[in-house]
């Protein structure tokens, strides 16, 4: 069997596309974020961009910054966000799920 029998790979359901505060510059098809955008939205895959600088940050400011990635995420996929509340301290999570395919 060759590649061209299996079944086409399913699109990812999100690309985050990793920025930097510097692209903003750049015009057009200088600008990376704007490529990559581009490229997965003609493939039907939503984007959620996220500047490298979002996270050089002092580490107690990394929960609040990772929240509102998550929420942003979650939006896009079109989900109904809801928070939990907790009467004592809790540890942050960030669950991101991961697949691949292998073609050849």
């Known amino acids: 069997p060759s590649a ?3 079944p086409p790979a399913l699109p990812p359901d999100l690309a985050l596309v990793q920025t930097r505060e510097s692209f903003k ?3 057009g098809d200088q600008n990376p974020y704007f490529v990559a955008k581009a490229a997965f ?3 039907g895959v939503p984007v959620q961009a996220v500047q490298a600088e979002t996270f050089e940050c002092r580490p107690h400011q990394l929960p609040y910054r990772l929240n509102n990635l998550s929420l942003q995420v979650y ?3 079109d989900g109904v966000p809801w928070v939990i509340t907790t009467r004592q301290p809790s540890s942050h999570e960030l669950v991101v799920g991961l697949g691949y395919t292998e073609v050849g």
Do not use: G, P, Q, S
């Open 4 to 6: 061209a029998d299996e």
């Open 25 to 27: 510059r750049a015009h």
């Open 41 to 43: 939205m003609t493939a």
């Open 75 to 77: 939006a896009k996929l």
